[in-house]
């Protein structure tokens, strides 16, 4: 049984028979869950009367879907609502901090223009305008564009690892704070079939394979890295939110089974991580797959497997 929280109760459902008898209504059930959690989150932020959200999760938790979802939710309630990316401030490449070992370290706040945000976020608060810069993700720099933005009296939400961070929140006590990330593991009975970590890493295997040009088996290794960030520079902060928002969708692991078994199975038998790959590739065995073309183009699910209406780095 796998529980999925809503506002107001929690429902339980038999996962495995609701997949194999009617996958139309579980991913149905699943998107309404989801919509319930931005309804919550947006009527909260509403009544907060906040001008600035600070959303942040760890890699592959849905912050930008789910940033862009309730600046949606925000907008039929008649709050005009913005979303700004803090990975437009990324300083390149070339600034980055590095590893012990010389390798780039992405996870590091370091690698943000904290003074430009910091600036940005100011004239934001004081007078709903500002300029942002614009990152070029192929160059890995800087562009030369830029980006004004008015929020019209509305909300402003800032997504990215950091927003939470000291540096950046700490400047705006009075600004609404949510922390995401999928968070629910998939239990039958009292056996843990998938755990809610295992759904990041499938998440970001299948995005990154297919939209980044990077192999499975260099985000296994990068996996690492990222986990050993999220501890120092994400979790710190989390118990800060205002909003805990859980982005795991029931019917999830059945529809990424398409796509990120085939990649699991062809990482070699050499490879570091093997026995975790193959642990991985044992769980996915008990989800009958679902069939990809069942969820929506505003689906949280479609930053991962494409064909969504929102835009993506």
Same mark, same amino acid.
């Given at each position: 049984?796998?529980?999925?929280?809503?506002?107001?109760?929690?429902?339980?459902?038999?996962?495995?028979?609701?997949?194999?008898?009617?996958?139309?209504?579980?991913?149905?059930?699943?998107?309404?869950?989801?919509?319930?959690?931005?309804?919550? $989150?947006?009527?909260?932020?509403?009544?907060?009367?906040?001008?600035?959200?600070?959303?942040?999760?760890?890699? $592959?938790?849905?912050?930008?879907?789910?940033?862009?979802?309730?600046?949606?939710?925000?907008?039929?309630?008649?709050?005009?609502?913005?979303?700004?990316?803090?990975?437009?401030?990324?300083?390149?490449?070339?600034?980055?901090?590095?590893?012990?070992?010389?390798?780039?370290?992405?996870?590091?706040?370091?690698?943000?223009?904290?003074?430009?945000?910091?600036?940005?976020?100011?004239?934001?608060?004081?007078?709903?305008?500002?300029?942002?810069?614009?990152?070029?993700?192929?160059?890995?720099?800087?562009?030369?564009?830029?980006?004004?933005?008015?929020?019209?009296?509305?909300?402003?939400?800032?997504?990215?690892?950091?927003?939470?961070?000291?540096?950046?929140?700490?400047?705006?006590?009075?600004?609404?704070?949510?922390?995401?990330?999928?968070?629910?593991?998939?239990?039958?009975?009292?056996?843990?079939?998938?755990?809610?970590?295992?759904?990041?890493?499938?998440?970001?295997?299948?995005?990154?394979?297919?939209?980044?040009?990077?192999?499975?088996?260099?985000? /296994?290794?990068?996996?690492?890295?990222?986990?050993?960030?999220?501890?120092?520079?994400?979790?710190?902060?989390?118990?800060?939110?205002?909003?805990?928002?859980?982005?795991?969708?029931?019917?999830?692991?059945?529809?990424?089974?398409?796509?990120?078994?085939? /990649?699991?199975?062809?990482?070699?038998?050499?490879?570091?991580?093997?026995?975790?790959?193959?642990?991985?590739?044992?769980?996915?065995?008990?989800?009958?797959?679902?069939?990809?073309?069942?969820?929506?183009?505003?689906?949280?699910?479609?930053?991962?497997?494409?064909?969504?209406?929102?835009?993506?780095?």
């Amino acid at each position: 049984m796998i529980t999925i929280w809503v506002p107001k109760r929690l429902v339980e459902i038999d996962l495995y028979n609701v997949a194999a008898c009617s996958p139309q209504q579980l991913a149905q059930l699943s998107e309404h869950s989801y919509a319930q959690r931005v309804n919550y $989150a947006a009527e909260k932020i509403r009544m907060s009367g906040a001008k600035i959200v600070m959303l942040t999760g760890p890699s $592959a938790s849905g912050k930008t879907t789910s940033a862009h979802c309730i600046a949606k939710a925000l907008q039929k309630r008649g709050t005009p609502a913005q979303v700004v990316s803090l990975d437009n401030f990324f300083k390149g490449a070339e600034f980055y901090p590095r590893l012990p070992d010389g390798t780039l370290d992405y996870e590091n706040p370091d690698t943000l223009d904290l003074p430009l945000i910091k600036q940005c976020l100011r004239e934001l608060s004081e007078t709903g305008k500002t300029t942002l810069p614009v990152y070029d993700f192929s160059a890995e720099k800087r562009s030369d564009k830029a980006e004004p933005i008015d929020l019209q009296g509305g909300v402003c939400l800032v997504e990215g690892i950091h927003a939470l961070n000291d540096d950046i929140a700490g400047p705006h006590p009075e600004a609404a704070k949510l922390y995401i990330s999928a968070r629910s593991n998939v239990n039958d009975g009292a056996a843990l079939r998938f755990k809610g970590t295992w759904m990041r890493l499938t998440r970001r295997a299948v995005r990154d394979y297919s939209f980044r040009g990077t192999g499975v088996a260099d985000t /296994l290794e990068m996996w690492a890295n990222v986990r050993r960030g999220e501890k120092l520079y994400i979790s710190p902060y989390k118990n800060r939110a205002d909003i805990i928002f859980d982005s795991s969708l029931p019917y999830e692991v059945s529809v990424m089974k398409n796509f990120a078994l085939p /990649l699991l199975q062809a990482v070699p038998e050499e490879n570091a991580r093997r026995g975790e790959l193959l642990e991985l590739i044992e769980a996915f065995q008990w989800f009958e797959p679902i069939d990809p073309e069942l969820v929506p183009v505003d689906s949280l699910l479609r930053e991962f497997i494409g064909g969504g209406s929102y835009k993506y780095h």
